[in-house]
């Protein structure tokens, strides 16, 4: 008698339900793989690519440096004159956001950056992260020139790179190297120090319109006080009347 | 079998699928009219099969989707032309970085270029260039009684004290006088620098042998430095004989050339040294950082606690600046932090003012903060 299978390959409501049910675990298993950056630690766009930045275009070494600085001097000036009371609050604002003014000078570093929000969600509460990606646009600059000495040569004015002297070059790497790493040396520092102050900035603020508020219904109670005596002193007493 | 293509705008994707597929989704999704038993079974298993095919190709589908734009950007490739490019930032305003022909890199007392200034004693000291710290004074390293460029330089290259700390280590076993070297009281092990721990003036410290030999700090500054900048190690050996490198006590050679020493033992010192020099600057880094960090809740409660708005940069602010010139010891700061001021605000002879530019020095914006003493000693500062 010859062997023979039973075929039974035509689909019951179990192949069915199995089939189903493959085909939900793999459509989970690719969402959650879809979602994965979002899932674990945000978008993943948060690697960078370094790069020359429009905001240093063209300079030479030495005009980048003072370029850089000065800005980072007038910011950390900016934010001081908040911080010592000079700069006027808002204080009728409903939010701390409307309260503490951005800066102006912060306000329009932080459009020519990509990665700090802009107006009008830029406010004070991003002083620190536009400090740091301002910092981190000059190092990415700094260190686009270190990799590429086209660019180098080209801003510094000497199209003739190709017979640069080897000692040229060491020096060059040298000097890029050094202004990087003193660079982050006074970006850190500076961080620790105004980290306090940034902290306590929003309760700074409070305190000085608390202090205007005060002095508000000060004056408003004198204004009552003097319009207080010009009345008639029959005014004043409960049995009087307008009609009399 | 199918081909994907996507829209100019980026947004959605269209897929051209052939006959076959075509047919396959037409199997499966079609309202079937009731099929006899074996049709049924026949046409179900088509069904299942195209089902299975759908599934699979939208999966291929979704698996493209979704990796696509996660490849990493390989340098120097340009973007294909499928790739979202990135918004551009909005342009700058020509306004914007323009430095005032006057204000230069070295010429600001700003608190931030006072922090970048400060950056160069955390440098290592490969990266520092000649000239980079200004000094007082230029050190006679070759004995020949004139300041030479180079000696200049190097003099300017890095802070005296960092200079006289290391030599001070080098010599410490053979200062006797008025110091008691090391103590063990309990648990503690006490160094004694003088009876009332005053510093020693550097002037006043006389080195000598129990012979009674004296020795010069000078000459053990001059070598450490050399150490440090001489590219030719043996040359400085030759020149400046490490007569305190003796176990013992200090040997006075007075002629150099029965002076003996190797160049595998001049090298060994001479890397000691410069370790030496580079441990002290870490060290006093690491100083300047904690005394910023201090400075800055000293800042923040000055103006916390002082809310008149005139207040924090008036007296406290020219205070501070003060206190933190002396932290980092720099620019005019320099003589306050080499009398040992550091860290106090003024409580010292030469206090606050030495910030010639700042307004509050004029009489017209003058202390708002009543500190008798020191309004004393900032009038005259600002009268000048």
């Known amino acids: ?244 | 079998m199918m081909h994907v293509t996507r829209s100019p705008s980026g947004r959605y994707y269209t897929i051209q699928l052939n006959s076959i597929v075509r047919a396959s989704i037409r199997a499966a999704v079609s309202p079937r009219v009731a099929p006899s038993k074996s049709e049924g079974r026949i046409e179900g298993r088509a069904a299942l099969l195209s089902m299975t095919r759908i599934i699979l190709t939208l999966g291929a589908v979704l698996l493209f989707v979704g990796c696509e734009g996660e490849a990493p950007p390989q340098a120097g490739t340009p973007s294909s032309s499928v790739s979202i490019a990135p918004a551009a930032p909005a342009p700058i305003p020509a306004a914007f970085g323009t430095v005032p022909p006057a204000w230069t890199l070295t010429g600001s007392h700003s608190f931030y270029m006072r922090l970048y200034d400060s950056s160069l004693s955390s440098l290592n000291s490969s990266q520092l260039l000649e000239g980079d710290i200004p000094e007082s004074f230029a050190a006679d390293t070759d004995g020949d009684g004139e300041i030479s460029p180079s000696e200049e330089a190097w003099t300017h290259a890095i802070p005296d004290r960092i200079i006289t700390a290391v030599a001070a280590d080098l010599v410490a076993q053979y200062y006797y006088r008025g110091t008691k070297p090391l103590e063990e009281r309990g648990n503690d092990l006490v160094v004694w620098r003088t009876n009332d721990m005053a510093p020693i003036p550097t002037e006043e410290f006389v080195l000598e042998n129990t012979a009674g030999e004296t020795f010069d700090l000078n000459e053990v500054k001059i070598f450490v430095r050399e150490a440090l900048f001489n590219p030719n190690m043996g040359q400085t050996c030759e020149r400046f004989r490490p007569w305190w490198n003796d176990p013992h006590e200090p040997t006075n050679v007075p002629d150099s050339d029965t002076y003996i020493i190797t160049p595998f033992q001049c090298m060994q010192f001479i890397d000691e040294v410069r370790t030496a020099v580079d441990r002290e600057r870490s060290l006093h880094a690491l100083r300047q950082d904690l005394s910023l960090i201090a400075y800055g809740e000293e800042f923040l409660w000055d103006g916390q606690l002082q809310i008149s708005p005139t207040e924090l940069r008036s007296y406290d602010l020219l205070a501070d600046i003060a206190g933190v010139g002396n932290i980092l010891g720099s620019a005019p700061f320099a003589a306050l932090f080499e009398s040992g001021n550091q860290g106090e605000q003024c409580d010292g002879p030469t206090c606050a003012c030495v910030y010639s530019q700042t307004a509050t020095c004029l009489p017209a914006r003058q202390v708002v903060r009543p500190v008798p003493a020191c309004i004393a000693r900032l009038r005259p500062a600002a009268t000048a």
């Open chain 1, 1 to 244: 008698m010859p062997l023979t299978f039973v075929q039974t390959a035509l689909p019951t409501r179990r192949h069915r339900m199995v089939v189903l049910a493959l085909a939900l675990m793999a459509a989970g298993t690719f969402f959650i793989f879809l979602t994965r950056g979002s899932l674990i630690s945000g978008p993943l766009d948060r690697f960078r690519t370094c790069s020359t930045s429009p905001l240093f275009q063209d300079l030479s070494f030495f005009d980048l440096k003072e370029r850089y600085h000065y800005t980072m001097e007038q910011l950390v000036e900016e934010r001081m004159r908040l911080y010592e009371g000079t700069t006027l609050l808002q204080c009728d604002a409903k939010t701390m956001d409307d309260v503490i003014p951005q800066g102006l000078l912060a306000r329009e570093i932080a459009r020519g950056l990509p990665d700090v929000p802009d107006w009008p969600t830029f406010s004070y509460r991003h002083f620190e992260l536009l400090l740091h990606e301002f910092w981190r646009t000059y190092d990415c600059h700094l260190f686009s020139l270190r990799q590429d000495p086209g660019i180098y040569y080209k801003a510094e004015g000497d199209e003739d790179e190709h017979y640069t002297f080897a000692q040229d070059e060491v020096d060059r790497l040298q000097r890029i190297d050094r202004e990087r790493e003193r660079a982050r040396i006074a970006f850190d520092r500076l961080i620790s120090t105004l980290r306090s102050a940034e902290e306590h900035l929003p309760l700074h603020a409070s305190l000085r319109c608390l202090q205007r508020g005060a002095a508000d219904v000060r004056n408003a109670v004198g204004l009552l006080a003097d319009s207080a005596q010009c009345v008639p002193a029959r005014l004043g007493q409960p049995e009087t009347s307008l009609r009399k």
